[in-house]
C-alpha cells in the first residue's frame, strides 16, 4: 500500500525509489511486524485473561505441564494480525501471488479459531473433530491448487513440480497438481500443529523457515538470480518474500512473549495458519520437496507421532516414551529449555541444508 501512496512522489523525492526495492519492503515488513506484536502483546494478553480464554491441559501429556493450564492461548490473532497488517502496508497491491498467501493463511485460521472456541468454550480440550479440521484443511488447500491450476497463462505460474538436488528433472503433474497442494498444506500445517507443545518451540522453528522461504522466494522471483541457480523462475513471486518478512517479524515479537514461562499460547488459530503459510509459500516458490528439509524439525515431530501410533498398533509397544518427538527429550531428564533450544539448534540447521542446495546441481 505504501508503494503504491508514495510512488507519485519518485521523482519529486528521490529517496522514495527505495519503495520499489523488495528488499527494503521485506525489512521495513519484519520491523513493522515486530513493533506492532511489543506494543499489542501485552494489551492483547490481558483481554484474553479478562475473557478466561485459558489453555486447557491434556490428560495424557506430561504432568509437569498442568501449571500452565488458564495461561491465555489463542495468541495466534495477535501473531496473523501482526503478519497481515505490515504485509498490506508494505505489498504491491497488485501482487496476485500475495493475496493468494494471505488469503490461505487466514482461511487455515479461521479453521484453528474454531476448534480453539469450542476447546475455550467447553472448558475441555476437545474442539473440532479430527476429521472435520481435516476435511476442511483438505478443502482450503484444493481451493488453492485450483486457484493456481486455473491462473492465466501470462501470469508464469505452472503446475509443475521441481527437485532441488536434479534442477533438470521437473514433473508437470495437471489436474494431479490439485490433491498435491491439499497435501502439502494439510501437511505443514499439521505438523506445525504437533511441534507446538513447549514453550516458544513452534514459533521458532517457524520463525526460520520463514526467513529461509524469503530467500527462496526473492530468489525464484528474479529471472537473473534463478536462471544462474537453475531454479523454477516465477515472475512476481519475489513479493511474496514481504509477507515472509513480516511472519519473521511477527514471530520475533511473539516469541517475546510465548518464551518459556509464556505469558500466552498461539493456539490452533496460530499453529494451523503459520503451518499453512509457510506451505503456501513454498508451492508459489515452487519449492515444496525442499520444504521436508526447511521444515525438518516439523517432519520429524509428525513422524515421531505416526511412528509411536503404527508402533502401538500393529505391536503394541511404544517407539518413544511419549509423542511428539520434544515430549520424549522432556520424559528423557531434558528441561523444557533445553528442548526449545537444542530444537531451534535443529530447525536452523535444517534451514542452512535447505540453504545450501541452491548451489548444488
Same mark, same amino acid.
Given at each position: 500500500?505504501?508503494?503504491?501512496?508514495?510512488?507519485?512522489?519518485?521523482?519529486?523525492?528521490?529517496?522514495?525509489?527505495?519503495?520499489?526495492?523488495?528488499?527494503?519492503?521485506?525489512?521495513?515488513?519484519?520491523?513493522?511486524?515486530?513493533?506492532?506484536?511489543?506494543?499489542?502483546?501485552?494489551?492483547?494478553?490481558?483481554?484474553?485473561?479478562?475473557?478466561?480464554?485459558?489453555?486447557?491441559?491434556?490428560?495424557?501429556?506430561?504432568?509437569?505441564?498442568?501449571?500452565?493450564?488458564?495461561?491465555?492461548?489463542?495468541?495466534?490473532?495477535?501473531?496473523?494480525?501482526?503478519?497481515?497488517?505490515?504485509?498490506?502496508?508494505?505489498?504491491?497491491?497488485?501482487?496476485?501471488?500475495?493475496?493468494?498467501?494471505?488469503?490461505?493463511?487466514?482461511?487455515?485460521?479461521?479453521?484453528?479459531?474454531?476448534?480453539?472456541?469450542?476447546?475455550?468454550?467447553?472448558?475441555?480440550?476437545?474442539?473440532?473433530?479430527?476429521?472435520?479440521?481435516?476435511?476442511?484443511?483438505?478443502?482450503?488447500?484444493?481451493?488453492?491448487?485450483?486457484?493456481?491450476?486455473?491462473?492465466?497463462?501470462?501470469?508464469?505460474?505452472?503446475?509443475?513440480?521441481?527437485?532441488?538436488?536434479?534442477?533438470?528433472?521437473?514433473?508437470?503433474?495437471?489436474?494431479?497438481?490439485?490433491?498435491?497442494?491439499?497435501? #502439502? +498444506? !494439510?501437511?505443514?500445517?499439521?505438523?506445525?500443529? @504437533?511441534?507446538? *507443545? =513447549?514453550?516458544? /518451540?513452534?514459533?521458532? &522453528?517457524?520463525?526460520?523457515?520463514?526467513?529461509?522461504?524469503?530467500?527462496?522466494?526473492?530468489?525464484?522471483?528474479?529471472?537473473?538470480?534463478?536462471?544462474?541457480?537453475?531454479?523454477?523462475?516465477?515472475?512476481?513471486?519475489?513479493?511474496?518474500?514481504?509477507?515472509?518478512?513480516?511472519?519473521?517479524?511477527?514471530?520475533?515479537?511473539?516469541?517475546?512473549?510465548?518464551?518459556?514461562?509464556?505469558?500466552?499460547?498461539?493456539?490452533?488459530?496460530?499453529?494451523?495458519?503459520?503451518?499453512?503459510?509457510?506451505?503456501?509459500?513454498? #508451492? +508459489? !516458490?515452487?519449492?515444496?520437496?525442499?520444504?521436508? @528439509?526447511?521444515? *525438518? =524439525?516439523?517432519? /520429524?515431530?509428525?513422524? &515421531?507421532?505416526?511412528?509411536?501410533?503404527?508402533?502401538?498398533?500393529?505391536?503394541?509397544?511404544?517407539?518413544?516414551?511419549?509423542?511428539?518427538?520434544?515430549?520424549?527429550?522432556?520424559?528423557?531428564?531434558?528441561?523444557?529449555?533445553?528442548?526449545?533450544?537444542?530444537?531451534?539448534?535443529?530447525?536452523?540447521?535444517?534451514?542452512?541444508?535447505?540453504?545450501?542446495?541452491?548451489?548444488?546441481?
Amino acid at each position: 500500500m505504501l508503494p503504491w501512496l508514495l510512488n507519485p512522489l519518485r521523482d519529486l523525492i528521490p529517496v522514495f525509489n527505495v519503495f520499489r526495492y523488495i528488499t527494503f519492503r521485506v525489512a521495513a515488513a519484519v520491523v513493522t511486524a515486530l513493533i506492532l506484536s511489543w506494543l499489542l502483546g501485552p494489551w492483547f494478553i490481558r483481554q484474553l485473561r479478562r475473557l478466561s480464554v485459558g489453555q486447557n491441559i491434556r490428560d495424557v501429556g506430561p504432568q509437569a505441564h498442568q501449571v500452565k493450564a488458564g495461561t491465555p492461548t489463542m495468541g495466534g490473532l495477535l501473531i496473523l494480525f501482526a503478519t497481515l497488517v505490515p504485509t498490506l502496508l508494505w505489498m504491491d497491491l497488485g501482487n496476485i501471488y500475495v493475496w493468494i498467501v494471505m488469503i490461505v493463511t487466514t482461511a487455515f485460521g479461521a479453521i484453528g479459531f474454531a476448534d480453539d472456541y469450542l476447546k475455550v468454550r467447553n472448558r475441555r480440550n476437545l474442539g473440532l473433530t479430527a476429521g472435520t479440521k481435516f476435511w476442511l484443511q483438505i478443502l482450503v488447500g484444493m481451493a488453492l491448487g485450483i486457484a493456481l491450476l486455473v491462473l492465466p497463462a501470462e501470469a508464469g505460474f505452472n503446475p509443475t513440480l521441481t527437485f532441488p538436488f536434479i534442477k533438470r528433472l521437473i514433473l508437470h503433474l495437471g489436474y494431479l497438481y490439485i490433491p498435491f497442494v491439499a497435501f #502439502v +498444506l !494439510a501437511g505443514s500445517s499439521n505438523a506445525v500443529n @504437533l511441534t507446538d *507443545g =513447549l514453550d516458544g /518451540l513452534a514459533i521458532g &522453528s517457524t520463525t526460520v523457515a520463514a526467513a529461509t522461504y524469503a530467500v527462496f522466494t526473492y530468489i525464484a522471483g528474479n529471472r537473473v538470480i534463478a536462471n544462474y541457480l537453475q531454479i523454477a523462475y516465477v515472475p512476481g513471486v519475489g513479493e511474496v518474500a514481504v509477507f515472509c518478512g513480516a511472519l519473521v517479524g511477527a514471530g520475533i515479537g511473539f516469541l517475546w512473549f510465548n518464551a518459556h514461562p509464556a505469558e500466552v499460547f498461539m493456539g490452533d488459530v496460530g499453529s494451523l495458519a503459520l503451518g499453512a503459510a509457510i506451505g503456501t509459500v513454498a #508451492v +508459489l !516458490a515452487k519449492q515444496e520437496i525442499l520444504l521436508g @528439509l526447511v521444515g *525438518g =524439525l516439523f517432519v /520429524l515431530e509428525a513422524m &515421531s507421532v505416526i511412528i509411536q501410533v503404527a508402533s502401538f498398533k500393529l505391536r503394541g509397544k511404544r517407539v518413544f516414551r511419549m509423542s511428539p518427538l520434544h515430549h520424549h527429550f522432556e520424559l528423557s531428564g531434558w528441561a523444557e529449555p533445553k528442548v526449545i533450544v537444542r530444537f531451534w539448534i535443529l530447525s536452523i540447521l535444517f534451514a542452512l541444508m535447505a540453504l545450501s542446495t541452491l548451489k548444488l546441481r
